[in-house]
């Protein structure tokens, strides 16, 4: 099989680990933020890593009401510009901790004033040594190309920061989220035996709203990385405002649908996709009995996931599908032409 | 041919007439926020705004060090919530003002005691009720579904707005921008003579950075509109974080490639390109040799253009390209399938 394979699976044990082993240390930052709340938060990646930015982008605003800003690395590394991000928390996160131009962002915030704050795999690494604060992702090694257990573990430590900025999140909704992956991952039976189906694929739209978008932006980079596929990623607005022109026939779209506030948006670009004909495959709950008959493949989580918790085990199937697919093709997915584990931009 | 075409042509007068009715207008108002400095700018919008949009992102940031955030609307409509948007400044962009989820954005930032500005082509409409400062793109009434002349005219008001902001801009240099984009419509000849090469291309990836990073998303979605062509966009960063992966030999690229501080970033896009056999184009100036010499084929602009300023004239010969590309593949741009001028999503 895969070291991809076997990271997916070992992702229950290393979220719980995770949130055993970061949750005294997350106290005390909760402690040390509670008396100076950022005005702005800023969070700053690249790859797997600014997909699991973008989620903590939907979380903090949603859960706390503070602003937050993906940062644009460029403004810093080529343009240079001082920033004015006094009274700002600046979070980077890498799985290596060894991006170059999000530790040279983390950097500059710090010298500006900022709270710089560090989330990464690598208890030894420049992030580390470059942020005040440092949470650590307890994944153990990740060895395959394609990161996974890596994702989840950021997902999982945003939790608990946006914990630390006052969201009214119980740690014991967090322990269940381990339960939830571990359901997700029965699943891989059946997820395997769909990949023949997409054997010939060779593009794709990917589509998530609010706490699920940063998933699409996700599942997308591992069809890229993995099988090669051109994926696009879209939120199921954007997709109304362009992008639904270029869908023929057949054209195979992938879209998370949990129940909750997200599914009215999410329905509304999968009817309309149906109306095109699209090959619609839907990654969803069994309590959305409405997605399942609109759609044309059904990947459906055996477990009731209130959808703030969703995002971590919903990314399960996709990864389950990714590496199935990449095998379908006689692709290795632990190691991707063109690419290495660490990648040094500026 | 079709009214996209005409409307990419008459951006010189459009761009000179915007920036002559809006002058006095952008002076009141720099007036006005020069005594309440905002500590955050967010921006708001979809579609072809929402691409201006990012162009605002980096240009406010890299010209006036004031962070700057891309709102994500979801959060506000969809999870209703309460942000804390105290001293900043929130901006609407929208062709129609029509467009729901911004104007619910703006409103509801308003009420959060936030300065609420809107940028539109419609004097009338929805939005210019909701903002307290309007900027109007004085672009004539677009016809084609397919915008163009609007998104050059909202990148103008941006401009102006960093200007009110603090930044270093002087006026002549934005007068000079007409100019340029004339002679960038120079090209129309020679960039509808290379379309039938591209007759069969059914995807393509889209890349630029800093300044024009937002001209990789704008000429991607031209392509995915007007010409269903499944168009990727990324930085050049990004691009080497992943998706790299998925470039086979001539698979086609097209970068924007203007001299300046974001070149040695996009040359290492190019060269790494180059090494994976694909089809490169570059959109570039005649400066820059060393982009000629390396891409399969070149887009020069006969302008020596600042960087600062390469933007509007940037997108000139990818919207031509787009416009000859449709006409080369039967399919009107102007009435893209599944598509209205006015899209409303929550």
Redesign the interface.
Known sequence: MSRMLDEVREQPEALARTLAAELRHIEKFRAFIGRRKP??V?LVA???S?NAAQFG??LI??AT??????A????HT??G?????K??LVVGLSQSGEST?TNEVLEQARKAGAVAVGITNQARSALTRIAEHVFLVRAGREKSVAATKTYTGQLMILYLLAYALGAKIRIADLEAIADFTAEALTLETEVSAMAERYRFM??AIVAG??LN?ANAFEFA?KL???C?????RF????F?????????PNFPIFLFTPSG??WP?MQ?MLM?SQE?KAETVVITDRRNLAAANLASRVISIPARIPEMYSPIPYIIPAQLFAAALALEKNLNPDR????SKI?R??
């Open positions: 005005r702005l800023v690249r790859g797997t600014d982008r939907y605003e949603i009401g503070i602003p937050v800003s993906l644009a690395p460029s403004v080529i343009y510009t001082r920033m004015n991000l009274d700002a131009d060779h593009h709203r609010g978008y980079l890229m990385e993995t090669y596929i051109v994926a696009e939120s199921s607005a954007d109304l405002h362009g992008p639904i022109a270029m869908v023929e506030p997200t948006s509304e309309r095109m991707p032409r063109a690419l990648t931009t500026m």
